[in-house]
Protein backbone atom coordinates (compact mmCIF):
# COMPACT_ATOMS: atom_id res chain seq x y z
CA UNK A 1 0.00 0.00 0.00
CA UNK A 2 3.09 2.69 1.01
CA UNK A 3 4.48 2.15 -2.54
CA UNK A 4 1.22 2.42 -4.16
CA UNK A 5 0.55 5.77 -2.33
CA UNK A 6 3.94 6.84 -3.23
CA UNK A 7 3.75 5.95 -6.69
CA UNK A 8 -0.14 7.34 -6.94
CA UNK A 9 1.30 10.96 -4.95
CA UNK A 10 1.27 14.62 -6.78
CA UNK A 11 5.24 14.41 -5.80
CA UNK A 12 6.27 11.16 -6.27
CA UNK A 13 9.94 9.70 -5.78
CA UNK A 14 12.40 10.23 -8.37
CA UNK A 15 13.50 6.46 -8.22
CA UNK A 16 12.51 3.13 -7.72
CA UNK A 17 15.37 2.52 -5.21
CA UNK A 18 13.83 5.44 -3.19
CA UNK A 19 10.65 4.05 -2.77
CA UNK A 20 12.34 1.14 -1.72
CA UNK A 21 14.20 3.37 1.04
CA UNK A 22 11.87 3.01 4.67
CA UNK A 23 13.54 6.32 5.68
CA UNK A 24 12.43 8.56 2.52
CA UNK A 25 8.70 6.44 2.60
CA UNK A 26 8.07 7.78 5.97
CA UNK A 27 9.33 11.37 4.90
CA UNK A 28 7.08 10.98 2.50
CA UNK A 29 4.27 9.64 3.89
CA UNK A 30 4.46 12.01 6.81
CA UNK A 31 4.26 14.24 4.24
CA UNK A 32 1.28 13.60 2.56
CA UNK A 33 -0.52 12.68 5.87
CA UNK A 34 0.16 16.66 6.87
CA UNK A 35 -1.04 18.43 3.72
CA UNK A 36 -3.95 16.15 4.32
CA UNK A 37 -4.38 17.34 7.41
CA UNK A 38 -3.97 20.89 6.75
CA UNK A 39 -6.74 20.12 3.66
CA UNK A 40 -9.64 18.95 6.37
CA UNK A 41 -8.17 21.90 8.70
CA UNK A 42 -9.13 24.82 5.69
CA UNK A 43 -12.00 23.01 4.31
CA UNK A 44 -13.16 22.45 8.07
CA UNK A 45 -12.54 25.68 8.79
CA UNK A 46 -14.04 27.64 5.51
CA UNK A 47 -17.26 25.10 5.83
CA UNK A 48 -17.68 26.23 9.18
CA UNK A 49 -17.28 30.06 9.28
CA UNK A 50 -18.94 30.63 5.90
CA UNK A 51 -21.57 28.70 7.51
CA UNK A 52 -21.26 31.18 11.09
CA UNK A 53 -21.01 34.29 9.25
CA UNK A 54 -23.54 34.18 6.23
CA UNK A 55 -26.49 31.67 7.21
CA UNK A 56 -28.56 32.21 4.41
CA UNK A 57 -26.64 33.35 1.32
CA UNK A 58 -23.29 35.04 0.34
CA UNK A 59 -23.16 38.86 -0.18
CA UNK A 60 -21.68 39.95 -3.20
CA UNK A 61 -19.00 41.85 -1.22
CA UNK A 62 -17.91 41.52 2.10
CA UNK A 63 -18.62 44.39 4.41
CA UNK A 64 -16.59 45.00 8.11
CA UNK A 65 -19.07 43.31 9.89
CA UNK A 66 -18.26 40.00 7.40
CA UNK A 67 -14.89 40.65 7.54
CA UNK A 68 -14.87 41.16 11.38
CA UNK A 69 -16.96 37.76 11.89
CA UNK A 70 -14.55 35.59 9.11
CA UNK A 71 -11.33 36.78 10.93
CA UNK A 72 -12.42 35.60 14.48
CA UNK A 73 -13.97 32.72 13.35
CA UNK A 74 -11.09 31.65 12.14
CA UNK A 75 -8.81 32.85 14.52
CA UNK A 76 -10.95 30.41 17.03
CA UNK A 77 -10.46 27.80 14.97
CA UNK A 78 -6.84 27.91 14.48
CA UNK A 79 -6.92 28.62 17.99
CA UNK A 80 -8.62 25.50 18.69
CA UNK A 81 -6.56 23.38 16.22
CA UNK A 82 -3.27 24.34 17.99
CA UNK A 83 -4.85 23.30 21.33
CA UNK A 84 -6.10 20.21 20.40
CA UNK A 85 -2.94 19.57 18.34
CA UNK A 86 -0.40 19.88 21.71
CA UNK A 87 -3.01 17.86 23.38
CA UNK A 88 -2.36 14.96 20.65
CA UNK A 89 1.67 15.19 20.86
CA UNK A 90 1.66 15.33 24.90
CA UNK A 91 -0.60 11.96 24.56
CA UNK A 92 1.30 10.25 22.09
CA UNK A 93 4.47 11.20 24.17
CA UNK A 94 2.52 9.85 27.08
CA UNK A 95 1.80 6.98 25.68
CA UNK A 96 5.20 6.29 24.56
CA UNK A 97 7.11 7.56 27.47
CA UNK A 98 4.81 4.46 30.06
CA UNK A 99 5.46 1.76 26.39
CA UNK A 100 9.07 2.40 27.16
CA UNK A 101 8.96 2.09 30.98
CA UNK A 102 7.37 -1.78 30.53
Known sequence: WLKASL???ANPP?????VMDPNMAKAALAKQIGEAQESIHLDT??????????PRSYPSS???????CLAKC?????????IVSKACVEMAQNLQSNLDMQ
Do not use: Q, V, W
Open 7 to 9: LCS
Open 14 to 18: STPAA
Open 45 to 54: MRKTCFEKCF
Open 62 to 68: LGKGDKI
Open 74 to 82: MDRITESHA
